[in-house]
């Protein structure tokens, strides 16, 4: 039996990162923490073993009022450090909140038209509707700027789409979903705010997934689906509004990472100490005390970087430096964090021993969510040549 005693001991915050927060902010997220201990750590291993989003959560988590928080006035840190905790309770529940608050409701802040703004922002920031981002495609991930195949034709005062999606967080209740579409006879990239339940949508569930289980991803078919015109994101004039949004995901779930790696060392830590063997605790083994330092030092390394890069996203320092590299610093980030995450997250499993193959004490549930977050807003590998593009002049993306 693992029986961990009531100590107080440091946090995975090792360097107090949350110190920086105004005392608003550190009052607002130890509320969040509250409700995560009260509403999702209990019950994110039956979600995550039946592969059931509770819809039921929704309006608890609206009433924290964190949707877009940087649009609310609160500091970038802060917002880094909410997806953050999210993640430290359950992977799941902050990536529905990502692609619902980060994707769509920034997509609306963005480049929505006051009529569209008007009509949905409210309602979206409130959970009252849902929201998806549609860009992935079956046969187009990482190529998916060049070589999009769903499309956009013009007829009337109505557009026209078909093709097919894949990956579509949320895609399968959503209300919304902020699509990508590419327009034939121009080559131009269209956004459109497409209506979930329009005639000619089909949503299909992709099953038998081992990450993320409780976020419901959906293959999307299109079939000569009308859109009105009022529907088609009056910002959006090219592939590059895509990349806007995809820069601030791209940094926030780099922030996931951190998260993986704060509940990593949570539940690593807690075990290494309330476990006996051989008639000692876990953590009296000077092995054991080095695997609990590297996920910490990993885990704060990741942090520093990550404030760093939220601060210049938000700051405006490339138009001020000229620097033509802010999605670099995000793809720099998202991929170091995420690489020290997977070592994380493998130490705190083998830690675990058998134990850390059944959900019962999360680190399983945290071992295979991290491969989803080591994967999507671009893999290791095309971060890493982004930034390769980026320092060198030379592009291996071809």
């Not at 769903?150 to 967080?169: E, F, M, P, S």
């Not at 990450?211 to 079939?223: E, K, S, W």
Request: glycine content about 10%; aromatic content about 8%.
């Amino acid at each position: 039996m693992t029986h961990a005693p009531q100590l107080n001991l440091p946090d995975a915050d090792f360097y107090g990162f949350e110190g920086l927060l105004s005392e608003t902010e550190q009052e607002k997220l130890a509320q969040l923490r509250r409700f995560l201990a009260d509403e999702v750590l209990p019950y994110a291993d039956t979600w995550w073993n039946e592969a059931r989003f509770p819809a039921e959560l929704l309006p608890k988590l609206a009433d924290l009022g964190l949707s877009t928080p940087v649009q609310q006035g609160y500091s970038p840190l802060f917002a880094g450090l909410v997806i953050a905790e999210i993640t430290r309770a359950d992977t799941s529940i902050a990536t529905f909140f990502m692609v619902h608050h980060d994707l769509f409701v920034e997509a609306l802040h963005a480049f929505g038209s006051e009529e569209q703004k008007d009509r949905l922002l409210e309602d979206a920031r409130a959970l009252r509707i849902t929201g998806a981002f549609a860009l992935t495609e079956p046969e187009h991930g990482s190529d998916v700027a060049g070589g999009m195949a769903t499309t956009a034709v013009r007829d009337g005062d109505t557009w026209i789409l078909n093709g097919t999606k894949r990956w579509i967080g949320n895609g399968t209740f959503c209300d919304y979903m902020v699509l990508w579409a590419k327009e034939p006879g121009t080559g131009r990239t269209r956004g459109f705010l497409l209506n979930a339940n329009l005639p000619g949508v089909t949503r299909t569930r992709i099953e038998n997934k081992t990450a993320l289980r409780t976020v419901q991803n959906a293959d999307i078919v299109l079939t000569d689906v009308r859109v009105p015109e009022a529907d088609l994101l009056a910002g959006v004039d090219s592939f590059d509004d895509t990349k806007q949004l995809l820069r601030g995901s791209r940094i926030m779930v780099g922030w996931q990472a951190v998260g993986a790696q704060m509940a990593a060392f949570d539940v690593a830590r807690d075990y290494a100490v309330g476990r006996l063997q051989f008639g000692r605790p876990l953590a009296s083994f000077q092995l054991i005390q080095q695997q609990l330092v590297q996920m910490l030092g990993n885990t704060v390394a990741s942090t520093g970087m990550l404030a760093r890069v939220t601060e210049l996203e938000h700051g405006g320092y490339a138009a001020r430096s000229g620097s033509p590299g802010e999605m670099a610093r995000a793809a720099l980030a998202k991929s170091y964090a995420s690489a020290r995450m997977r070592e994380s997250v493998a130490i705190g499993r083998s830690l675990l021993g058998g134990n850390g193959i059944v959900t019962d004490y999360r680190m399983a549930r945290i071992f295979a969510d991290a491969e989803a977050i080591y994967t999507y807003e671009g893999t290791y590998e095309i971060n890493s040549l982004i930034v390769g593009r980026d320092i060198t002049g030379v592009s291996a993306l071809r």
